[in-house]
C-alpha cells in the first residue's frame, strides 16, 4: 500500500481559502490529502500551531495567504513572508526535512493556482515518507555517538583583575555618595567563593564588588523587575555591564521595558568570561576585549579598543549539525531534550524572556501542555527559541543556568545566523527591533 502524507493546509479566509473554493466550483482536481484550517489571515499563524500539527502527526504543513501587497489586514502576511522561513530553517536544524514546511500565497481568483500547490506540495511530502518526528509516549531516543557533545577546552588567559575590581567599587562608591543612582547591580563572591550577583545600596557594602572571569550572569536579567514599580522621581539603578549584557540592554530599551535615564551602565571591557567547566565560553572566542555598546562609566582595559565584535563563523558542534543529515540532527536533539527537566531555568536567566506569563508554562494552553513528553519539550525549546529569533544577543545566560548542560545555545545560535543571513541584522548593536516583527521592505520576492 503506497503511502499517503497527512498535510494540514492552514489557509487565509479572504485569498486562499476562497481560491480552494473556486477550484472547487471549476471543478479542478486537487488532492484529498490536505486537512484546511481556515484562519483570519497568514499572520495568524504561529510557530506554535505549526509546531503542534507535527506534534500530532501531520507530515507536511502548508501555509497559503494573499500575495505580497494585497492582503486584507494590510501587512499581515508581512508578518508571515519573515517568520515562517525562519521557522523552517530552526525545524531544519532540529531534524525535521525543510521541504515538509511550504509558504505561498494564492489570491481568491486563483483556483488553478490554488490546485497546482497543493498538488506539488503533496507530492514532494509523498517523495518524503512520513514524518518521524513525533515520538510515541515511552519512547525513548538513541544518543548518536558522532554527534555526542563535547566540550572544547580553552582556558581563560591570565590576568590580574584586581585594578578592575578597584575602579568598579570607586566608581560605585561615588554614585551611590553623590546620590546618582539607588542601587548599583553587580557580582560578589558568595560564601562558598562563587561569583554571584549582589545588590548595593550603601557606599558602605561597595567593597563587596568584584569583577573576574567567573561573572557570566547577564545583570541585564534584573533590570525591567527592579524598575517597573520606579516613577519619575526615582533614581537611576547603576548595572556592572560587558558587551553582551549592554546588548540585552539595549534590546530591553528599544522593547520599552524602561527608559534610558533609569539605568547608569558602568560599562567594563572584558576578556572573557569562564563557563563551569573553567573554560572560555564559546562566545568569547570572537570577542577578546570589547568595551559596551551603551555606558555611562567605563572601566577600561589599557590593551581595549572599542570595536564591533565580529560575527562568529560557525564551528565546533554547530558546524558539524549543519552537515549532518537530518535523521541524525533529530537524533541528538531528541536525545538532548529528553534530559530536560522543564524547570524554565533558561527562561528565569534570559534578560529577554519577560513575558509575565509565559505561554509556555500555562496550564490552559491550546499549543503546548507542561508534561514531560519528548514532543512537549521540544516544543517548548524550539518555540522559546523561535520568540528570541531577532532579539538574543547570545549572552548564553540560558545555557550556563541550564542544571542538565543542554547545548541550547546552539538553537538560539542557528537563529541568529538566519536573521544576519536574511535581513543583514545583530540584535543589540543597533536601537533597532527586531526584523521579525517589522513590515518588509524589499527583502522578499515572491517566486
Same mark, same amino acid.
Request: include cysteine; charged fraction near 25%; proline fraction near 7%.
Given at each position: 500500500m503506497s503511502f499517503e502524507p497527512r498535510i494540514i493546509a492552514f489557509l487565509c479566509t479572504w485569498c486562499s481559502y476562497t481560491g480552494a473554493d473556486t477550484a472547487g466550483i471549476a471543478r479542478i482536481k486537487s488532492p484529498p490529502n490536505l486537512r484546511a484550517i481556515r484562519v483570519p489571515c497568514s499572520g495568524r499563524v504561529s510557530p506554535e500551531l505549526v509546531l503542534k500539527s507535527f506534534d500530532q502527526g501531520a507530515d507536511g504543513v502548508l501555509v497559503l495567504g494573499c500575495h505580497i501587497g494585497e492582503c486584507h489586514y494590510d501587512t499581515g502576511n508581512h508578518r508571515t513572508a519573515k517568520r515562517l522561513?525562519?521557522? %523552517? /530553517?530552526?525545524? /531544519?536544524?532540529?531534524?525535521?526535512?525543510?521541504?515538509?514546511?511550504?509558504?505561498?500565497?494564492? /489570491?481568491? $481568483?486563483?483556483?488553478?493556482?490554488?490546485? %497546482?500547490?497543493?498538488?506539488?506540495?503533496?507530492?514532494?511530502?509523498?517523495?518524503l515518507g512520513p514524518a518521524h518526528w513525533k515520538v510515541p509516549p515511552g519512547q525513548q531516543p538513541a544518543l548518536g555517538a558522532a554527534l555526542a557533545r563535547h566540550l572544547d577546552t580553552l582556558p581563560v588567559p591570565e590576568a590580574d583583575y584586581s585594578l578592575q575590581t578597584q575602579t568598579l567599587r570607586q566608581q560605585a562608591r561615588e554614585l551611590l555618595m553623590q546620590g546618582k543612582v539607588s542601587c548599583v547591580i553587580g557580582y560578589e563572591l558568595g560564601p562558598r567563593g562563587q561569583t554571584r550577583p549582589t545588590f548595593i545600596y550603601s557606599p558602605e557594602a561597595v567593597d563587596r564588588l568584584v569583577w573576574n572571569p567567573d561573572c557570566r550572569q547577564n545583570l541585564a536579567v534584573y533590570l525591567p523587575s527592579k524598575l517597573k514599580s520606579a516613577d519619575s522621581t526615582s533614581l537611576p539603578v547603576a548595572v556592572?555591564?560587558?558587551?553582551?549584557?549592554? %546588548?540585552?540592554?539595549?534590546v530591553q530599551l528599544v522593547e520599552q521595558l524602561?527608559?534610558? =535615564?533609569? &539605568?547608569?551602565?558602568?560599562?567594563?571591557?572584558c576578556q572573557g568570561v569562564r563557563d563551569r567547566q573553567g573554560q572560555t565560553q564559546?562566545?568569547?572566542?570572537?570577542?577578546?576585549?570589547?568595551?559596551?555598546?551603551?555606558?555611562?562609566?567605563?572601566?577600561? &582595559? =589599557? /590593551? +581595549?579598543?572599542?570595536?564591533?565584535? +565580529?560575527?562568529?563563523?560557525?564551528?565546533? #558542534?554547530?558546524?558539524?549539525?549543519?552537515?549532518?543529515?537530518?535523521? !541524525? %540532527?533529530? =537524533?541528538?536533539?531528541? $536525545?538532548?531534550? @529528553? *534530559?530536560?527537566?522543564?524547570c524554565y531555568a533558561c527562561r528565569q536567566a534570559c534578560p529577554l524572556c519577560n513575558?509575565?506569563?509565559?505561554?509556555?508554562? #500555562?496550564? @490552559?494552553?491550546?499549543?503546548?501542555?507542561?508534561?514531560?513528553?519528548?514532543? !512537549?519539550?521540544?516544543?517548548? *525549546?524550539?518555540?522559546?527559541?523561535?520568540?528570541?529569533?531577532?532579539?538574543?544577543?547570545?549572552?548564553?545566560?540560558? !545555557?550556563?543556568?541550564?542544571? &542538565?548542560?543542554?547545548?541550547? $545555545?546552539?538553537?538560539?545560535?542557528?537563529?541568529?545566523? =538566519?536573521? !544576519?543571513?536574511?535581513f543583514g541584522f545583530r540584535a543589540g548593536l543597533a536601537p533597532e527591533p527586531s526584523p521579525i516583527v517589522t513590515v518588509l521592505s524589499g527583502e522578499y520576492k515572491e517566486e
Open positions: 522561513p525562519i521557522l %523552517r /530553517s530552526l525545524l /531544519s536544524f532540529a531534524g525535521l526535512e525543510p521541504e515538509r514546511l511550504r509558504l505561498d500565497w494564492v /489570491s481568491a $481568483s486563483e483556483g488553478e493556482r490554488f490546485a %497546482r500547490i497543493a498538488a506539488e506540495f503533496t507530492q514532494t511530502v509523498r517523495a556592572v555591564a560587558k558587551l553582551c549584557d549592554s %546588548r540585552a540592554i539595549q524602561f527608559r534610558r =535615564e533609569q &539605568v547608569h551602565v558602568i560599562g567594563l571591557d564559546a562566545r568569547c572566542r570572537t570577542c577578546r576585549v570589547c568595551a559596551p555598546l551603551i555606558q555611562d562609566t567605563r572601566i577600561q &582595559v =589599557e /590593551s +581595549a579598543t572599542p570595536r564591533v565584535p +565580529a560575527a562568529p563563523p560557525p564551528a565546533g #558542534q554547530f558546524a558539524r549539525l549543519e552537515q549532518v543529515a537530518p535523521a !541524525e %540532527r533529530l =537524533e541528538f536533539w531528541l $536525545s538532548q531534550f @529528553d *534530559h530536560c527537566i522543564r513575558c509575565p506569563v509565559c505561554l509556555f508554562e #500555562q496550564d @490552559d494552553s491550546p499549543w503546548v501542555g507542561l508534561g514531560l513528553g519528548l514532543n !512537549e519539550k521540544r516544543t517548548f *525549546h524550539l518555540g522559546r527559541a523561535f520568540h528570541l529569533a531577532g532579539r538574543c544577543v547570545g549572552c548564553n545566560a540560558c !545555557e550556563q543556568a541550564c542544571p &542538565v548542560n543542554l547545548p541550547i $545555545s546552539l538553537l538560539n545560535q542557528k537563529l541568529a545566523v =538566519e536573521i !544576519e543571513k536574511a
